[in-house]
């Protein structure tokens, strides 16, 4: 059985405080920051190197749509992601920048 396609939300519906807390977890700032440094639809999730199962990242990866920084979407049996970074840049402005400083960890 096929998974279902993942539901996307906009930034623009997504209050500040929960941009910020799911950009709080370590392993969710991981993803984003890969991805920053990917070109879109170029990383399948499989493709992460974080120290969590498959389930969690499953769960990392569904918070980060639900604040509309991740679009994914199914090419065979592999399912590709893209940061949304200018529709988050528009809701944020600045955040994502701020986020992806290494130099704050």
């Not at 070109?39 to 120290?51: T, Y």
């Not at 992601?81 to 840049?89: H, I």
Request: net charge neutral; with cysteine; proline share 8%.
């Amino acid at each position: 059985m096929a998974a279902s396609a993942p539901e996307h939300i906009h930034p623009r519906e997504v209050p500040l405080a929960t941009a910020l807390a799911a950009l709080a977890d370590p392993v969710r700032l991981t993803l984003v920051r890969e991805l920053a440094a990917a070109e879109d639809w170029e990383r399948p999730c499989g493709s992460f190197d974080v120290p969590v199962r498959k389930a969690a990242l499953s769960h990392h990866f569904a918070v980060l749509r639900q604040v509309g920084l991740l679009e994914q979407r199914d090419r065979g049996q592999r399912r590709y992601n893209r940061l949304r970074r200018p529709e988050f840049d528009e809701r944020f402005p600045g955040l994502l920048d701020l986020a992806l400083r290494t130099d704050l960890d």
